[in-house]
C-alpha cells in the first residue's frame, strides 16, 4: 500500500521560503495519479495548497497570492513544496497526499479526491 | 471561489445513534463532494467521494448522497471510533475548498 511521508525544517523565519519534501514508497510517482499539499493551521480547517501531476503540471491556489511552487522528483520518488515569503499566518500543519481521478458525470471532469495522506508535519514560522 | 459551509459545527452522540452531517456549496457541483474523517493528531481519511460512493475498506454505516448544492453524511449506528471530526471537500472547480467541519464527540 502507498505511503507518504512528509519532511523538512519545523522552525522558518518570516520573510523565508518553506521547503518541505513528501517521500513517496510503494508506488512509483512517473506510473500516474497526482499529488497534493493541504494545510491545517492549529485548531483550524483544511486548505487546500496545490496539486503536481504525473506529467509535472500543476494548479495552486489563488489565494497564495504566486508564493508556491510544487514539483516532482521521480528519480528520488518524491515530490516537494515550496512557499516563498512566509508569515506566521503560515504556521500549520502540512500534509502531503495522493490525488486519484476517475470518469465523472460532466464530460472532461472527472471526479477526484485525495486518499492517502501522510502524516503531516508541523512548521512553525517565527523570527 | 466555491465556499463550502458545513452544519452543525459540533454535535454531541451516543453510541448506537444516527447522526446525519450537512454540506452546503456556494454553487451547484453536481456530485463533485467528498467527505474526510480526522481524529486528534492523525491525518484525514477518505471516507466517501463522488459524493455517495464508499471507500474500500471503510464500513457501510458510512452514506454520503446529495447532488447540487445539497448534500449530507450519514453515520447509521455511531460506533466509539467514529467520534472525530469530519469535512467535505469539493472538487468541482479549483481552488478545491473544505467545509469548516463538523466535530462529533460522546454525549
Known amino acids: 500500500q502507498v505511503q507518504l511521508q512528509e519532511s523538512g525544517p519545523g522552525l522558518v523565519k518570516p520573510s523565508e521560503t518553506l521547503s518541505l519534501t513528501c517521500a513517496v514508497s510503494k508506488y512509483s510517482l512517473s506510473n500516474g495519479y497526482y499529488w497534493g499539499w493541504i494545510r491545517q493551521p492549529p485548531g483550524k480547517g483544511l486548505e487546500w495548497i496545490g496539486n503536481v501531476y504525473h506529467t509535472g503540471s500543476t494548479s495552486y491556489s489563488p489565494s497564495l497570492n504566486g508564493r508556491v511552487t510544487i514539483s516532482l522528483d521521480t528519480s528520488k520518488n518524491h515530490f516537494s513544496l515550496k512557499l516563498s515569503s512566509v508569515t506566521a499566518a503560515d504556521t500549520a500543519v502540512y500534509y502531503c497526499?495522493?490525488?486519484?481521478?476517475?470518469?465523472?458525470?460532466?464530460?472532461?471532469?472527472?471526479?477526484?479526491?485525495?486518499?492517502?495522506w501522510g502524516q503531516g508535519m508541523l512548521v512553525t514560522v517565527s523570527p | 471561489d466555491i465556499q463550502m459551509t458545513q452544519s452543525p459545527s459540533s454535535l454531541s452522540a451516543s453510541v448506537g445513534d444516527s447522526v446525519t452531517i450537512a454540506c452546503r456549496a456556494s454553487?451547484?457541483?453536481?456530485?463533485?463532494l467528498n467527505w474526510y474523517q480526522q481524529k486528534p493528531g492523525k491525518a484525514p481519511k477518505l471516507l466517501i467521494y463522488?459524493?455517495?460512493s464508499l471507500q474500500s475498506a471503510v464500513p457501510p454505516r458510512f452514506i454520503g448522497s446529495g447532488s447540487g448544492t445539497d448534500f449530507t453524511l450519514n453515520i447509521s449506528s455511531l460506533q466509539p471510533e467514529d467520534f472525530a471530526t469530519y469535512y467535505c471537500q469539493q472538487s468541482y472547480s479549483t481552488p478545491e475548498t473544505f467545509g469548516q467541519g463538523t466535530k462529533v464527540d460522546i454525549k
Open positions: 463522488a459524493a455517495s
Open positions: 454553487q451547484s457541483i453536481s456530485r463533485y
Open positions: 497526499a495522493r490525488g486519484e481521478m476517475v470518469r465523472g458525470t460532466i464530460p472532461g471532469k472527472r471526479f477526484n479526491w485525495f486518499d492517502p
